[in-house]
């Protein structure tokens, strides 16, 4: 059957292989639509999504806009700057209020961890987590997945190294509960301040030391320090960050060959990985990009419960 589990997509932690497999499967279909003339279908007419961004994005929502764009969807594009929020109204008041018009879907980002399960509460529409504060960021780690299987035809199998800041990092969690559903071998690595309390029940090797983690990896997958989330001191400075946990054409060596380099963006370029690494040949971080707006059209598209060729 050619539906997913739940009608949200908050986060992997509990998402079945086979959830995430319809996903990527679909995300193969819309991918060879983004490279036609004309990239549109007509799969979403009549259906109206909300993205709802209450913390900043460039990927994540112009990646989602298009999405919808691109699937004949209406879209409305919602900023707190530019909204009620400013005069003090609260989220359950403004979603309330906005889906009195009539929408259909929420997209949601929110420096708030829960934000997303909270508009379930409150909404009837899907609602589908664009990044809720550390807690899990599910499409950044789908479209990861999806590149990575497209490199290598399989996620079952592969080692994959976490790096940085694993405690504030929702990325590295959705990507490490999508990951050991789908059977890869998962390893974290960053400073020993930023990995969270009692990290060895997430069940993948730890390591604090980078040169030990990169020893026989096949994909790096290296994060943004998450300033806005740390406390100030969890790191002596971004230098001393750079020499003991960036990625540079030295410590590519350890990996396998035919290795991949990834980051979800955005980058602080020489901090966690130098310029030549993040352009190298062996970077796929703007097939990311591109992979992006082909996950979240099935994303969309399978939680629509549109069925194949209905677009009424
Ligand atoms: N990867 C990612 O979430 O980037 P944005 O914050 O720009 O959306």
Known sequence: MNRLSSRHLLGLEDAPHRDIELILNTAETFREVLDRRIKKVPTLRGITVLNLFYEPSTRTRISFELAEKRLSADTVNFSTSASSVAKGESLRDTVQNIEAMKIDMTVVRHNSAGAPYFLTQCMETNVINAGDGSHEHPTQALL???TIRKK???????R???LGDVKHSRVIRSNIFGLKTMGASVALCGPATLMPYEVEQFGCDVYTNLDAALDGADVVNVMRIQGERQQSGLFPSRREF???FGIN???L???NKNYTIMHPGPINRGVELTSDVADGDSSVILDQVTN???VRMAVLYLLSGREEGESQ
């Not at 035809?153 to 592969?158: F, I, S, V």
């Open 160 to 162: 994959v190294v976490l």
């Open 253 to 255: 060596k350890r990996l």
């Open 242 to 244: 750079s020499n003991l």
């Open 249 to 251: 054409r030295e410590r």
């Open 152 to 158: 290598y035809g399989k996620l079952d199998g592969l």
């Open 144 to 146: 990861d997945m999806f």
């Open 292 to 294: 992006g707006q082909a």
